[in-house]
């Protein structure tokens, strides 16, 4: 029995010591891309196992990429203004995504999703700048709404059906639209 419980110590200190090893690294890439954010024409975001909030005020001239896992990322664009479409390439895994966008703009949902579910609020504006949403997301959510100081969102009335990619193609699907779809992708 003793070799047994020291044996569980150990294996118990190894598993603390790679969760701070892990912990140490994700602070050093959050920390190197908001160095980098500060010059880059594409704005990187990095999320593990916890929550990251990220607000956008004032002109939006660059695209965004987001890395979430095991997190969730909420993305506050309500006081952006958009000068031209921009581009969110999310990467999430096990993980959701909050996005709350300003009335009158469109966002298109291009992303490949696995497991996962998009419920996005915001109605199609004809000539509208748009988002557009692409990249993978796997066992996730992503809850896309118009920013509403009074209900801090939208009612299942502003729920669109028949706007242009409300929904996520599955990755199982594989019809021509879909394919065309893919290649169209903003993304990498």
Do not use: W
């Not at 581009?87 to 949902?109: C, F, H, K, R, Y």
């Not at 066992?139 to 409300?166: H, K, L, M, R, W």
Request: proline share 1%.
């Amino acid at each position: 029995m003793g070799k047994g419980f020291l044996k569980f110590v150990i294996g118990v200190a190894a598993v603390g010591v790679a969760a701070k090893a892990g912990m140490t690294a994700v602070a050093k890439k959050k920390s190197e891309l908001k160095e980098k954010n500060e010059t880059s024409d594409v704005k990187e975001y990095f999320n593990v196992v916890g929550g990251e909030d990220i607000k956008v005020e004032g002109k939006v001239a660059s695209d965004m990429k987001i890395r979430n896992y095991v997190g969730g990322v909420n993305i506050d664009l309500s006081k952006a203004i958009f000068e031209k479409d921009i581009t969110i390439e999310l990467q999430t895994a096990v993980g959701g995504v909050n996005l709350v966008v300003p009335e009158n703009i469109n966002v298109e949902v291009k992303y490949e999703a696995k497991m996962s579910g998009t419920n996005n609020l915001v109605k199609y504006h004809e000539g509208a700048k748009t988002i557009y949403l692409c990249g993978k997301v796997t066992a996730g959510g992503v809850n896309i709404q118009i920013a509403d100081e009074e209900t801090c969102g939208c009612s299942e009335d502003d729920i669109v059906e028949d706007a242009p990619y409300q929904e996520a193609k599955s990755s199982e699907e594989s019809s021509d639209e879909s394919q065309i779809r893919s290649e169209e992708m903003c993304c990498e």
